[in-house]
Protein backbone atom coordinates (compact mmCIF):
# COMPACT_ATOMS: atom_id res chain seq x y z
CA UNK A 1 0.00 0.00 0.00
CA UNK A 2 2.80 2.20 1.15
CA UNK A 3 4.30 1.48 -2.37
CA UNK A 4 1.57 2.11 -4.27
CA UNK A 5 1.38 5.69 -2.60
CA UNK A 6 4.93 6.32 -3.11
CA UNK A 7 4.60 5.41 -6.97
CA UNK A 8 1.52 7.69 -7.44
CA UNK A 9 3.12 11.15 -5.71
CA UNK A 10 6.12 9.66 -8.04
CA UNK A 11 3.64 10.56 -10.88
CA UNK A 12 2.22 13.12 -9.58
CA UNK A 13 5.73 14.77 -9.01
CA UNK A 14 7.04 14.42 -12.22
CA UNK A 15 3.51 15.80 -13.90
CA UNK A 16 3.72 18.84 -11.71
CA UNK A 17 8.05 19.09 -12.72
CA UNK A 18 7.49 18.79 -16.26
CA UNK A 19 4.23 20.93 -16.49
CA UNK A 20 6.98 23.79 -14.73
CA UNK A 21 9.38 23.26 -18.42
CA UNK A 22 6.72 23.19 -20.24
CA UNK A 23 4.95 26.37 -18.90
CA UNK A 24 7.59 28.45 -17.38
CA UNK A 25 7.99 30.71 -20.27
CA UNK A 26 4.37 31.06 -19.47
CA UNK A 27 4.66 31.89 -15.68
CA UNK A 28 7.59 33.71 -16.11
CA UNK A 29 6.00 36.11 -18.53
CA UNK A 30 4.03 37.17 -15.54
CA UNK A 31 7.34 38.66 -13.91
CA UNK A 32 7.18 42.11 -14.88
CA UNK A 33 10.18 44.88 -16.22
CA UNK A 34 10.20 48.01 -15.92
CA UNK A 35 13.74 49.57 -16.39
CA UNK A 36 15.37 48.70 -20.02
CA UNK A 37 13.51 47.03 -22.93
CA UNK A 38 15.85 45.73 -25.68
CA UNK A 39 14.89 45.09 -28.90
CA UNK A 40 16.75 43.39 -31.79
CA UNK A 41 17.59 40.63 -33.87
CA UNK A 42 20.37 39.60 -31.95
CA UNK A 43 18.95 39.21 -28.57
CA UNK A 44 17.80 35.91 -27.72
CA UNK A 45 15.60 36.32 -24.29
CA UNK A 46 13.37 39.50 -26.11
CA UNK A 47 14.06 38.74 -30.28
CA UNK A 48 10.35 37.39 -32.00
CA UNK A 49 11.23 36.15 -35.39
CA UNK A 50 9.21 37.67 -37.99
CA UNK A 51 8.33 35.94 -41.56
CA UNK A 52 6.41 37.12 -44.39
CA UNK A 53 3.02 35.37 -45.62
CA UNK A 54 3.50 36.94 -48.98
CA UNK A 55 7.03 36.76 -49.75
CA UNK A 56 8.05 40.45 -50.26
CA UNK A 57 11.37 40.21 -48.30
CA UNK A 58 14.30 41.69 -50.42
CA UNK A 59 17.43 40.25 -50.12
CA UNK A 60 18.77 42.65 -47.76
CA UNK A 61 15.88 41.94 -45.30
CA UNK A 62 13.83 45.12 -46.53
CA UNK A 63 10.03 44.77 -47.66
CA UNK A 64 8.24 46.60 -50.38
CA UNK A 65 5.15 48.33 -49.45
CA UNK A 66 3.65 49.41 -52.72
CA UNK A 67 0.71 47.04 -51.40
CA UNK A 68 -0.65 46.00 -47.42
CA UNK A 69 2.41 43.56 -46.29
CA UNK A 70 1.25 40.93 -43.23
CA UNK A 71 3.79 39.49 -41.71
CA UNK A 72 3.50 36.31 -39.48
CA UNK A 73 5.65 35.15 -36.11
CA UNK A 74 7.33 31.82 -36.41
CA UNK A 75 7.89 32.01 -32.46
CA UNK A 76 4.86 29.35 -30.63
CA UNK A 77 6.09 30.06 -26.90
CA UNK A 78 3.69 31.09 -24.18
CA UNK A 79 4.61 34.58 -23.65
CA UNK A 80 2.01 37.37 -21.72
CA UNK A 81 2.94 40.50 -22.44
CA UNK A 82 1.13 44.17 -22.37
CA UNK A 83 4.01 46.11 -24.03
CA UNK A 84 5.82 45.75 -27.49
CA UNK A 85 8.66 47.46 -29.40
CA UNK A 86 9.68 47.53 -33.27
CA UNK A 87 13.07 48.50 -34.11
CA UNK A 88 12.56 49.46 -38.17
CA UNK A 89 13.59 51.76 -40.71
CA UNK A 90 11.50 53.57 -43.71
CA UNK A 91 10.88 55.83 -45.87
CA UNK A 92 7.46 56.67 -45.96
CA UNK A 93 4.72 57.26 -43.24
CA UNK A 94 3.59 53.85 -42.46
CA UNK A 95 0.23 52.37 -40.62
CA UNK A 96 0.69 49.02 -38.97
CA UNK A 97 -1.49 46.46 -37.33
CA UNK A 98 -0.45 44.05 -34.77
CA UNK A 99 -3.10 41.32 -34.34
CA UNK A 100 -2.90 39.21 -31.04
CA UNK A 101 -4.96 36.92 -28.52
CA UNK A 102 -6.12 38.37 -25.31
CA UNK A 103 -8.84 35.87 -23.58
CA UNK A 104 -10.65 34.42 -25.65
CA UNK A 105 -10.89 37.17 -28.54
CA UNK A 106 -8.52 37.78 -31.55
CA UNK A 107 -7.56 41.53 -30.85
CA UNK A 108 -5.79 43.69 -33.43
CA UNK A 109 -4.71 47.40 -33.10
CA UNK A 110 -3.24 50.08 -34.93
CA UNK A 111 -0.20 52.12 -34.58
CA UNK A 112 1.99 54.28 -36.84
CA UNK A 113 5.53 54.72 -37.79
CA UNK A 114 7.19 57.74 -39.00
CA UNK A 115 9.86 57.93 -41.84
CA UNK A 116 13.32 57.27 -40.77
CA UNK A 117 17.08 56.70 -43.00
CA UNK A 118 18.29 55.55 -38.90
CA UNK A 119 17.32 53.03 -36.44
CA UNK A 120 14.45 54.11 -34.98
CA UNK A 121 12.50 52.42 -32.34
CA UNK A 122 8.51 52.09 -31.00
CA UNK A 123 7.14 50.99 -28.39
CA UNK A 124 3.55 50.76 -27.32
CA UNK A 125 1.00 49.07 -24.92
CA UNK A 126 -1.26 47.46 -26.26
CA UNK A 127 -4.89 48.67 -25.45
CA UNK A 128 -6.44 48.75 -22.23
CA UNK A 129 -3.26 47.91 -20.04
CA UNK A 130 -4.67 49.93 -17.38
CA UNK A 131 -7.08 47.08 -16.97
CA UNK A 132 -4.71 44.77 -16.42
CA UNK A 133 -5.32 43.28 -20.16
CA UNK A 134 -2.49 41.22 -21.76
CA UNK A 135 -2.02 39.53 -24.80
CA UNK A 136 -0.40 36.01 -25.01
CA UNK A 137 -0.40 34.81 -28.62
CA UNK A 138 1.22 37.06 -31.60
CA UNK A 139 -0.65 36.68 -34.39
CA UNK A 140 0.66 38.93 -36.96
CA UNK A 141 2.11 42.16 -38.09
CA UNK A 142 0.77 44.25 -41.31
CA UNK A 143 2.11 47.82 -42.66
CA UNK A 144 0.73 49.64 -44.91
CA UNK A 145 2.71 52.88 -46.67
CA UNK A 146 0.44 55.79 -46.00
CA UNK A 147 1.89 59.14 -48.03
CA UNK A 148 4.12 57.20 -51.07
CA UNK A 149 3.08 54.12 -53.27
CA UNK A 150 6.92 52.76 -53.89
CA UNK A 151 7.62 52.70 -50.38
CA UNK A 152 10.32 50.64 -48.57
CA UNK A 153 10.58 49.27 -44.93
CA UNK A 154 12.96 47.40 -42.90
CA UNK A 155 12.48 45.46 -39.81
CA UNK A 156 15.43 45.30 -37.43
CA UNK A 157 13.85 43.75 -34.23
CA UNK A 158 10.28 43.11 -32.98
CA UNK A 159 9.99 42.19 -28.91
CA UNK A 160 7.59 41.77 -26.39
CA UNK A 161 7.49 42.74 -22.98
CA UNK A 162 5.38 42.67 -19.95
CA UNK A 163 5.83 46.25 -17.94
CA UNK A 164 4.69 46.85 -14.45
CA UNK A 165 1.13 48.52 -14.57
CA UNK A 166 1.58 52.06 -13.03
CA UNK A 167 -0.77 53.99 -10.87
CA UNK A 168 -3.86 55.94 -13.05
CA UNK A 169 -1.61 59.30 -11.53
CA UNK A 170 1.93 59.54 -11.89
CA UNK A 171 4.05 62.30 -10.33
CA UNK A 172 7.25 63.94 -9.81
CA UNK A 173 8.44 66.49 -7.50
CA UNK A 174 11.58 68.82 -7.06
CA UNK A 175 11.95 70.92 -3.75
CA UNK A 176 9.67 73.69 -4.70
CA UNK A 177 7.08 71.77 -6.97
CA UNK A 178 5.24 68.41 -7.38
CA UNK A 179 3.66 67.61 -10.88
CA UNK A 180 1.43 65.07 -12.10
CA UNK A 181 -0.49 63.63 -15.28
CA UNK A 182 -3.74 61.53 -15.76
CA UNK A 183 -2.57 58.45 -17.87
CA UNK A 184 -6.52 57.74 -18.35
CA UNK A 185 -7.08 61.50 -19.49
CA UNK A 186 -3.75 60.66 -22.34
CA UNK A 187 -0.91 61.87 -19.72
CA UNK A 188 -2.33 65.57 -20.18
CA UNK A 189 -1.01 67.58 -16.84
CA UNK A 190 -3.21 67.17 -14.01
CA UNK A 191 -1.45 68.34 -10.98
CA UNK A 192 0.65 71.02 -10.40
CA UNK A 193 1.71 71.87 -6.17
CA UNK A 194 3.40 74.70 -5.15
CA UNK A 195 5.60 72.81 -2.18
CA UNK A 196 7.09 76.35 -0.73
CA UNK A 197 4.58 79.22 -0.67
CA UNK A 198 2.28 77.56 1.88
CA UNK A 199 -0.75 77.37 -0.28
CA UNK A 200 -4.50 77.12 1.12
CA UNK A 201 -8.07 76.70 0.33
CA UNK A 202 -10.44 77.93 2.72
CA UNK A 203 -14.09 78.06 2.51
CA UNK A 204 -15.45 82.32 3.03
CA UNK A 205 -19.47 82.64 2.97
CA UNK A 206 -19.89 79.04 1.55
CA UNK A 207 -17.06 80.45 -1.56
CA UNK A 208 -13.68 78.60 -1.72
CA UNK A 209 -10.77 81.38 -1.48
CA UNK A 210 -7.45 80.00 -2.52
CA UNK A 211 -4.22 82.26 -1.55
CA UNK A 212 -0.95 81.74 0.07
CA UNK A 213 -1.27 82.31 4.27
CA UNK A 214 -4.96 81.91 3.01
CA UNK A 215 -6.21 81.47 7.02
CA UNK A 216 -4.41 84.35 8.05
CA UNK A 217 -5.59 86.32 5.27
CA UNK A 218 -9.34 85.82 4.94
CA UNK A 219 -9.19 84.88 9.41
CA UNK A 220 -10.72 80.87 8.50
CA UNK A 221 -9.37 77.83 8.14
CA UNK A 222 -8.27 75.52 5.72
CA UNK A 223 -10.16 72.95 4.06
CA UNK A 224 -7.07 72.23 1.69
CA UNK A 225 -3.15 72.38 2.55
CA UNK A 226 -2.37 70.47 -0.96
CA UNK A 227 -4.03 72.48 -3.25
CA UNK A 228 -3.41 71.15 -6.89
CA UNK A 229 -3.64 74.23 -9.10
CA UNK A 230 -4.90 72.62 -12.31
CA UNK A 231 -8.26 72.15 -13.24
CA UNK A 232 -8.81 68.56 -13.98
CA UNK A 233 -12.91 68.37 -13.80
CA UNK A 234 -13.10 67.12 -17.22
CA UNK A 235 -11.26 66.00 -20.18
CA UNK A 236 -11.64 68.88 -21.66
CA UNK A 237 -9.77 71.17 -18.83
CA UNK A 238 -5.86 70.23 -17.96
CA UNK A 239 -2.91 71.82 -19.21
CA UNK A 240 -3.40 69.85 -23.10
CA UNK A 241 -2.60 69.81 -26.62
CA UNK A 242 -5.95 70.11 -28.96
CA UNK A 243 -5.69 70.59 -32.33
CA UNK A 244 -8.16 71.75 -35.17
CA UNK A 245 -8.07 70.77 -38.23
CA UNK A 246 -10.62 70.38 -41.50
CA UNK A 247 -14.29 70.29 -41.34
CA UNK A 248 -14.10 68.03 -44.19
CA UNK A 249 -14.75 64.58 -43.00
CA UNK A 250 -16.89 62.67 -41.27
CA UNK A 251 -17.13 65.23 -38.70
CA UNK A 252 -18.80 64.90 -35.59
CA UNK A 253 -21.25 67.46 -33.30
CA UNK A 254 -20.92 69.27 -30.19
CA UNK A 255 -23.14 71.95 -29.03
CA UNK A 256 -25.20 71.17 -31.86
CA UNK A 257 -22.77 72.28 -34.02
CA UNK A 258 -20.54 70.66 -36.88
CA UNK A 259 -16.80 70.01 -35.34
CA UNK A 260 -14.09 70.08 -36.63
CA UNK A 261 -11.11 67.28 -36.87
CA UNK A 262 -10.19 68.34 -33.18
CA UNK A 263 -7.86 65.63 -31.61
CA UNK A 264 -7.56 66.27 -27.58
CA UNK A 265 -5.06 64.99 -25.27
CA UNK A 266 -7.22 64.30 -22.40
CA UNK A 267 -9.91 62.55 -24.34
CA UNK A 268 -13.56 63.75 -25.90
CA UNK A 269 -17.09 65.39 -25.21
CA UNK A 270 -18.05 62.19 -23.46
CA UNK A 271 -15.14 61.66 -21.08
CA UNK A 272 -13.45 58.85 -22.82
CA UNK A 273 -9.42 58.41 -22.61
CA UNK A 274 -7.36 58.87 -25.10
CA UNK A 275 -5.05 55.84 -25.30
CA UNK A 276 -1.69 55.85 -23.23
CA UNK A 277 1.16 54.30 -25.71
CA UNK A 278 4.09 55.09 -23.95
CA UNK A 279 5.28 56.55 -20.69
CA UNK A 280 9.20 56.52 -18.99
CA UNK A 281 9.22 58.42 -16.09
CA UNK A 282 13.37 59.75 -14.63
CA UNK A 283 13.98 62.03 -11.18
CA UNK A 284 12.63 64.97 -12.19
CA UNK A 285 10.41 64.20 -15.49
CA UNK A 286 7.19 62.20 -17.61
CA UNK A 287 7.60 61.44 -20.92
CA UNK A 288 4.32 60.57 -22.48
CA UNK A 289 2.88 59.39 -25.61
CA UNK A 290 -0.74 58.92 -26.12
CA UNK A 291 -3.01 58.24 -29.37
CA UNK A 292 -5.95 61.29 -28.79
CA UNK A 293 -9.20 60.92 -29.12
CA UNK A 294 -11.53 62.81 -31.78
CA UNK A 295 -13.46 65.56 -29.61
CA UNK A 296 -16.89 65.78 -30.60
CA UNK A 297 -17.03 61.88 -31.83
CA UNK A 298 -16.85 58.61 -29.64
CA UNK A 299 -14.10 57.04 -28.28
CA UNK A 300 -14.43 54.68 -31.61
CA UNK A 301 -13.14 57.17 -33.59
CA UNK A 302 -10.00 57.56 -32.40
CA UNK A 303 -7.45 59.63 -34.44
CA UNK A 304 -4.85 58.78 -36.43
CA UNK A 305 -2.08 60.89 -34.76
CA UNK A 306 -0.06 60.80 -31.74
CA UNK A 307 0.77 63.66 -29.30
CA UNK A 308 3.94 63.55 -27.16
CA UNK A 309 4.62 65.62 -24.01
CA UNK A 310 7.72 65.92 -21.69
CA UNK A 311 6.95 67.62 -18.52
CA UNK A 312 9.89 68.37 -16.28
CA UNK A 313 10.80 70.81 -13.27
CA UNK A 314 13.95 73.36 -14.26
CA UNK A 315 14.68 76.69 -13.11
CA UNK A 316 12.21 76.71 -10.65
CA UNK A 317 9.24 76.27 -13.01
CA UNK A 318 6.97 73.27 -14.90
CA UNK A 319 8.55 73.35 -18.34
CA UNK A 320 6.28 70.96 -21.04
CA UNK A 321 7.67 70.26 -24.46
CA UNK A 322 4.73 68.86 -26.47
CA UNK A 323 4.70 67.35 -30.16
CA UNK A 324 1.95 66.19 -32.63
CA UNK A 325 2.07 64.40 -35.88
CA UNK A 326 -1.24 63.23 -37.79
CA UNK A 327 -1.05 60.59 -39.88
CA UNK A 328 -4.96 60.88 -41.08
CA UNK A 329 -4.20 61.91 -44.59
CA UNK A 330 -7.16 64.37 -44.59
CA UNK A 331 -7.52 67.89 -46.69
CA UNK A 332 -5.19 71.22 -44.92
CA UNK A 333 -7.32 73.58 -43.25
CA UNK A 334 -6.06 76.91 -41.69
CA UNK A 335 -7.33 77.32 -37.82
CA UNK A 336 -5.77 79.15 -34.45
CA UNK A 337 -4.92 76.53 -32.34
CA UNK A 338 -4.11 76.73 -28.65
CA UNK A 339 -0.47 75.75 -27.87
CA UNK A 340 -1.69 75.05 -25.13
CA UNK A 341 -5.00 74.68 -23.68
CA UNK A 342 -4.45 75.90 -20.15
CA UNK A 343 -7.08 75.69 -17.18
CA UNK A 344 -6.66 76.45 -13.36
CA UNK A 345 -8.79 76.70 -10.76
CA UNK A 346 -11.28 79.11 -10.75
CA UNK A 347 -10.31 81.10 -7.36
CA UNK A 348 -7.90 82.31 -9.29
CA UNK A 349 -9.75 84.77 -11.74
CA UNK A 350 -7.80 87.83 -11.73
CA UNK A 351 -5.80 87.70 -15.09
CA UNK A 352 -3.05 89.65 -15.07
CA UNK A 353 -0.41 90.74 -18.30
CA UNK A 354 1.74 93.42 -19.62
CA UNK A 355 0.69 95.29 -21.94
CA UNK A 356 3.07 97.90 -22.90
CA UNK A 357 5.22 97.56 -26.09
CA UNK A 358 8.98 97.49 -23.81
CA UNK A 359 9.36 93.87 -22.69
CA UNK A 360 11.12 93.14 -19.36
CA UNK A 361 11.72 96.97 -18.27
CA UNK A 362 9.59 96.23 -15.19
CA UNK A 363 6.51 98.25 -16.77
CA UNK A 364 3.55 98.31 -14.76
CA UNK A 365 1.17 95.51 -15.53
CA UNK A 366 -2.76 95.40 -16.47
CA UNK A 367 -5.31 93.14 -14.11
CA UNK A 368 -8.23 92.04 -15.50
CA UNK A 369 -10.17 90.88 -12.48
CA UNK A 370 -13.80 90.45 -14.19
CA UNK A 371 -13.42 88.58 -17.32
CA UNK A 372 -16.47 85.74 -17.84
CA UNK A 373 -16.67 82.95 -20.90
CA UNK A 374 -17.89 83.13 -24.28
CA UNK A 375 -20.08 83.25 -25.74
CA UNK A 376 -21.37 86.40 -23.57
CA UNK A 377 -17.75 87.32 -23.28
CA UNK A 378 -17.24 87.28 -26.81
CA UNK A 379 -13.68 85.64 -27.14
CA UNK A 380 -11.45 88.05 -25.90
CA UNK A 381 -7.36 88.76 -27.02
CA UNK A 382 -4.65 89.97 -24.98
CA UNK A 383 -1.44 90.56 -26.00
CA UNK A 384 1.57 90.54 -24.24
CA UNK A 385 5.08 91.57 -25.56
CA UNK A 386 6.87 89.42 -22.55
CA UNK A 387 5.08 86.33 -24.18
CA UNK A 388 3.26 85.60 -20.60
CA UNK A 389 -0.09 85.70 -18.78
CA UNK A 390 -1.11 84.74 -15.13
CA UNK A 391 -4.14 84.37 -13.44
CA UNK A 392 -3.72 85.16 -9.49
CA UNK A 393 -6.15 85.59 -6.57
CA UNK A 394 -8.01 88.77 -5.42
CA UNK A 395 -5.30 90.81 -3.72
CA UNK A 396 -2.53 92.70 -4.99
CA UNK A 397 -0.14 90.62 -4.10
CA UNK A 398 -2.14 86.88 -4.37
CA UNK A 399 -0.39 84.08 -4.90
CA UNK A 400 -1.24 82.48 -8.19
CA UNK A 401 -0.08 80.34 -11.94
CA UNK A 402 1.19 81.58 -14.73
CA UNK A 403 2.02 80.43 -18.29
CA UNK A 404 4.67 81.78 -20.45
CA UNK A 405 5.59 80.77 -24.34
CA UNK A 406 8.45 82.19 -25.89
CA UNK A 407 7.59 84.25 -29.30
CA UNK A 408 3.96 83.88 -28.92
CA UNK A 409 2.06 87.49 -27.91
CA UNK A 410 -1.69 86.87 -28.35
CA UNK A 411 -3.55 84.90 -25.21
CA UNK A 412 -7.50 84.08 -25.59
CA UNK A 413 -8.52 84.30 -21.77
CA UNK A 414 -11.75 84.26 -19.81
CA UNK A 415 -13.15 82.91 -16.19
CA UNK A 416 -16.30 79.90 -16.52
CA UNK A 417 -18.44 80.20 -13.41
CA UNK A 418 -16.40 82.89 -11.48
CA UNK A 419 -16.52 83.05 -7.71
CA UNK A 420 -18.65 79.86 -7.76
CA UNK A 421 -16.21 77.44 -6.46
CA UNK A 422 -17.45 75.55 -3.46
CA UNK A 423 -15.44 72.26 -3.40
CA UNK A 424 -12.86 71.84 -0.82
CA UNK A 425 -10.50 70.25 -3.69
CA UNK A 426 -10.83 72.89 -6.63
CA UNK A 427 -8.98 71.16 -9.10
CA UNK A 428 -12.13 68.72 -9.37
CA UNK A 429 -14.57 72.38 -9.49
CA UNK A 430 -16.72 73.19 -12.45
CA UNK A 431 -15.58 76.71 -12.20
CA UNK A 432 -12.54 77.19 -13.79
CA UNK A 433 -9.81 79.95 -15.33
CA UNK A 434 -9.04 79.62 -18.94
CA UNK A 435 -5.38 80.58 -20.84
CA UNK A 436 -5.10 79.52 -24.60
CA UNK A 437 -2.10 81.17 -26.25
CA UNK A 438 -3.40 81.16 -30.05
CA UNK A 439 -1.39 81.06 -32.85
CA UNK A 440 -3.23 80.36 -36.32
CA UNK A 441 -1.46 77.93 -38.58
CA UNK A 442 -2.04 75.06 -41.59
CA UNK A 443 -3.11 72.01 -40.06
CA UNK A 444 -1.14 69.10 -41.97
CA UNK A 445 -1.27 65.78 -42.08
CA UNK A 446 2.47 63.75 -41.91
CA UNK A 447 4.08 66.80 -40.84
CA UNK A 448 5.01 67.12 -36.91
CA UNK A 449 4.48 70.52 -35.63
CA UNK A 450 5.83 71.21 -31.86
CA UNK A 451 6.15 73.88 -29.06
CA UNK A 452 7.58 74.28 -25.33
CA UNK A 453 5.87 76.21 -22.95
CA UNK A 454 6.84 76.83 -18.83
CA UNK A 455 4.41 77.28 -15.97
CA UNK A 456 5.81 79.38 -12.74
CA UNK A 457 3.80 80.30 -9.69
CA UNK A 458 4.04 82.82 -6.85
CA UNK A 459 2.42 86.33 -6.85
CA UNK A 460 2.58 88.15 -10.33
CA UNK A 461 5.79 90.40 -9.61
CA UNK A 462 7.59 86.82 -8.55
CA UNK A 463 5.70 84.75 -12.00
CA UNK A 464 7.03 87.34 -14.42
CA UNK A 465 10.97 87.20 -12.67
CA UNK A 466 10.58 83.88 -13.15
CA UNK A 467 9.72 83.77 -17.26
CA UNK A 468 12.08 86.80 -17.42
CA UNK A 469 14.98 84.56 -15.84
CA UNK A 470 14.08 81.73 -18.36
CA UNK A 471 13.37 84.82 -21.67
CA UNK A 472 16.93 85.67 -20.92
CA UNK A 473 18.43 82.29 -20.72
Same mark, same amino acid.
Request: net charge negative.
Given at each position: ??? =????????????? $??????????????????????????????????????????????????????? &???????????????????????? =??????? =????????????????????????????????????????????? +???????????????????????????? /?????????????????????? /?????????? $????? /?????????????????????? &?? #???????????????????????????????????????????? $????? $????????????????? &?????????????????? +??????????????????? *?????????????????????????????????????????????????????????????????????????? =???????????? *???????????????????????? #????????????????????????
Amino acid at each position: MKK =GIIVILGVILAVI $IGGLGVFSPYILSFVVTDSEFVIGKDNEDTAIAITSSYKTFNDDGSINLEKAVNC &TFDDSKFKMFNYYGLKYTTDAYVK =GTLTYKA =GTKEVSEDFFLEPTNTEKEFNSFIDDFLDGKKAYKLISLSFEALN +KEDAKMDILGFSVFNREIPDREVFVESD /NLKIGVDLLWGGALSYVEDLNS /NVQAVSVDGQ $IKVDS /NAEERYNAKSVNDNVNLINRND &TG #RLVQQSYYGTLDYDHGVYMENDWKYNPVQGGNQFNDASKIVDLK $ITGNS $IYIKCRPLDWAKEKEFI &TPSYMEATYSIENGAVHG +KCRFVDFSGYPEAESTQEI *PAFYCIEPFNNFVYYKGDKPWTNGPLTNEPELIFWPDAGYPKFYNKENWAAFTGEFEDSFGIGIYVEGEEEFLS =GVFEREKTTEED *PSKAGPTSYIAITKTRIFTSFEPF #RYEYYLATGNANEIRETFKKIANS
